[in-house]
């Protein structure tokens, strides 16, 4: 009997965002993977959980898929984890997903935590229909991207480093002219921070202090700044 896969979502900040169903997943799994032992093992301490851990990250989950499909099919049931977050939302998970689902495991999704969410909601710009992005690429194709982002009709979503954040306010204000845009960093953890403006309120705002913590960014998209214009 094959063993099944579970996608665990964890905490972005605050421990207590678990959901009980994880946890009691998390509890029940033959093993978890980690794409960071450390920092799973801290969650898991707080939890007070005692679990086999094993290394899957974005280096070497190409090198240990097929170990780890040959343990769902001898019957062990596998959690996923990130260090933050849902698996898969600019995480590794996509490969072992696909090829799970290839050799007819089970695979389970457990709803949760997630960056961009609770900062699309807080942004106050429209949500019924919205595009995610994740993280630009650094180098090749990161003007193609900026283009297309130019001529996005629904609200964006992006992620970046912290040490980049100033850097791509200025790019998307030169790509798409002024927009109105939301930067929340520290999501769920005490230094929580939404802050709203004009990209060139922003530029000015975070170029003044050092940025700390995950950046979610969400920009409106063209129909709405045209809609504001219009008023």
Known sequence: ?????????????????????????????????????????????????EKTLKSYHQHNEHKILEEII????????????????TPGISDPGFLLIRESISNGVKVTTLPGATAFVPALVNSGFPCNE???????PQ???????????????????LYESPFRLVKLLEELKQFTGERRASV?????????????????????????KTVKGEIVVVVEGSSSKEENEDE
């Open 70 to 85: 040959s343990m769902l099919n001898a019957g062990k049931n596998i959690a996923l984890v990130s260090d933050a977050g």
């Open 1 to 49: 009997m094959q063993g099944e896969l579970f996608i665990v979502p964890t905490p972005i900040g605050n421990l207590e965002d678990i959901t009980l169903r994880a946890i009691n997943i998390l509890k029940s799994v033959d093993v978890i993977l980690a794409e960071d032992t450390r920092t799973t093992l801290f969650l898991l301490k707080h939890l007070q959980i």
């Open 184 to 208: 929340s960093r520290e999501l769920s953890k005490m230094f929580e921070e939404n802050k709203r403006g004009t990209l060139t309120e922003l530029i000015t705002y975070f170029s003044s």
């Open 130 to 136: 919205f595009s995610f992005y994740g993280f630009l």
């Open 139 to 157: 180098k090749k194709g990161r003007q193609t991207k900026l283009k297309l982002l130019a001529q996005e009709n629904k609200t964006f979503i």
